[in-house]
């Protein structure tokens, strides 16, 4: 009996699956008599009896957050404003004013936004700016492969010339007679745009294409030159004579400029006067370490200024074996000495020397065959350049279809062994972008004043643009700036490279240009405009 009456006086466990469908059941009941009553749920509340569950604590009241920001406030309440989803609440934010509540209004008012974009009272101004010409000619150094001139008119020359025309214009340029020399030649547009397109240059073999040089091998129909010894040696004679007479005119000053075009390099020789430079000086680009180590075993000293990271008074290479040269030797001997003392043997000493020199090599090759490599010979290294170039075997190529033939040599005035050539010229009509185009197309050599030329007997009236093709590895020599002359000095400069170069077969003009010192002048073409409206030049 005892133990049936502590069996119903004992409480009963629950699972908590039973308690919580105890607890849903309780709730639909008091729903069930909320909606029969027709009152209201009233607000649930944390139970903290035995039967409380988690539930009913995530659904209590939340308190206000005391670490909540002024500026999320205000983006809640914007939020609360633009949730708003009836018609009414739209068309009131279409209709905004600006004197609207300062939370909303930067908003959601578009009177502001246009207000914004659009200030009253003020209006943007767009200026078109047009790009400003100048009065005189760029002068690039660079050889041109092939210049095409376009123009909305006819050109007042063309290629069908008559025997008087064809006869005066060499004439004419063999004997560097001016446009305006009174003289009873044919000075028709014709003769002095032949004129124009004739220049000298030595070797010449029909049969096979000098310029530009390249490395490329071509397939030839004809034995190659460099089977017969006796064809070698008499080019090589005849090359070295053409030298030597082109290099006594710069020299004399009977020749403002010449090109020498070999494999592997090109040499730009220039009259004292040129550019502003009170000497003869020669560029060689591009080069390679060899090249220049050649040039120091012939003590030919040279500066490379477009070299970065040093000055290029610093760049000064000399080739002779001077008293820093034997200092620089003791001190590695020293070194030598010093590295014994310390218990280093000869092999190591020699491996540490060994990988120093490649260090050295290694930088002093990163430049090879770059715009950097470029050198500048001056003064009277000059003419012991002239003899190296005269013996540099490397000058010539040994194999491929240019192998035993002299550099090309370039120039525009006469000299001994030289041919006169000229540049061939094609016309046709071209349409761009719907307009239609006069177009004269030159091929060949195109030499620094045969585009100052051709310039000089373009009618002022004609407009006409000029595209060019370079030779990429001459670009270099219109980088190199003449820096050092003062302002008396340049002005002294141009006087006297007027006053000695004035048998150079120039105009007068056009070398009172070339003899200026202004940085300006020289630089890089690609395209050349010249405008009549206003007669001015435009590049890029």
């Excluded at 069996?7 to 039973?18: D, G, I, L, N």
């Excluded at 124009?196 to 034995?223: A, H």
């Excluded at 002779?320 to 043997?345: F, P, R, S, V, Y």
């Excluded at 340049?490 to 077969?505: A, C, M, P, R, Y």
Aim: net charge neutral; proline share 5%; charged share 25%.
């Amino acid at each position: 009996m005892l133990e049936s009456s502590e069996e119903k006086m004992a409480p009963k466990w629950y699972h908590p699956t039973e308690v919580m469908k105890l607890h849903k059941l309780k709730q639909k009941k008091k729903a069930l008599q909320a909606r029969i009553s027709g009152g209201k749920l009233q607000n649930r509340t944390v139970n903290t009896t035995e039967h409380s569950s988690y539930k009913e604590v995530f659904l209590a009241k939340k308190r206000k957050n005391p670490f909540l920001k002024e500026s999320d406030c205000k983006k809640n309440r914007i939020d609360d404003v633009l949730s708003e989803s009836s018609d009414q609440t739209l068309f009131k934010l279409f209709n905004q004013n600006v004197s609207a509540s300062p939370t909303t209004a930067s908003f959601t008012s578009f009177n502001n936004i246009l207000s914004k974009l659009e200030p009253e009272g003020k209006t943007e101004i767009v200026e078109v700016v047009k790009a400003k010409g100048e009065s005189w000619l760029p002068i690039d150094w660079t050889l041109k492969r092939k210049v095409r001139l376009l123009s909305t008119k006819p050109f007042p020359w063309n290629q069908k010339l008559k025997v008087s025309e064809e006869a005066s214009g060499i004439t004419a340029f063999t004997r560097c007679l001016s446009n305006s020399s009174e003289t009873t030649l044919d000075t028709s547009p014709n003769a002095k745009f032949y004129q124009c397109c004739l220049y000298w240059q030595q070797p010449c073999l029909p049969w096979l294409n000098l310029f530009p040089r390249t490395n490329m091998r071509t397939s030839l129909t004809g034995p190659s030159v460099a089977l017969n010894c006796t064809v070698k040696e008499s080019l090589h004679s005849t090359w070295t004579d053409s030298l030597r007479s082109v290099y006594q005119l710069i020299r004399t000053r009977q020749c403002p400029y010449f090109y020498i075009c070999a494999n592997n390099f090109t040499a730009l020789f220039r009259a004292a006067g040129i550019c502003g430079f009170s000497d003869i000086h020669v560029l060689i680009t591009p080069t390679t370490r060899g090249f220049r180590q050649m040039l120091k075993q012939d003590d030919i000293e040279f500066t490379m200024p477009l070299k970065k990271g040093r000055v290029s008074d610093l760049d000064t290479t000399v080739g002779k074996l001077d008293l820093g040269d034997c200092n620089e030797m003791a001190e590695e001997a020293t070194d030598d000495h010093w590295l014994k003392n310390m218990g280093i043997g000869a092999e190591d000493i020699k491996q540490i020397n060994y990988t120093q020199e490649k260090i050295t090599h290694r930088a002093e090759c990163e430049i090879d065959s770059s715009e950097q490599s470029l050198i500048l010979v001056e003064g009277a290294e000059v003419h012991a350049l002239y003899n190296f170039l005269l013996n540099c075997k490397s000058a010539t190529a040994l194999t491929g279809p240019l192998a035993g033939i002299p550099p090309t040599l370039l120039a525009p005035v006469a000299f001994h062994g030289a041919s006169l050539n000229s540049l061939k010229v094609r016309d046709n009509k071209v349409n761009l972008e719907g307009v239609d185009y006069y177009s004269l197309e030159l091929s060949g050599p195109i030499l620094p004043t045969t585009t100052h030329n051709l310039f000089a007997i373009n009618p002022p009236e004609h407009s006409i643009t000029m595209t060019f093709s370079d030779v990429a590895n001459t670009e270099p020599f219109s980088k190199v700036l003449n820096k050092r002359n003062s302002d008396i000095e340049s002005k002294g400069s141009i006087v006297f490279g007027k006053e000695n170069l004035s048998d150079s077969g120039m105009l007068p003009k056009i070398l009172k240009h070339f003899c200026a010192a202004d940085d300006r002048y020289v630089t890089n073409v690609e395209c050349l405009k010249y405008t009549s409206d206003n007669k001015t030049y435009t590049w890029s």
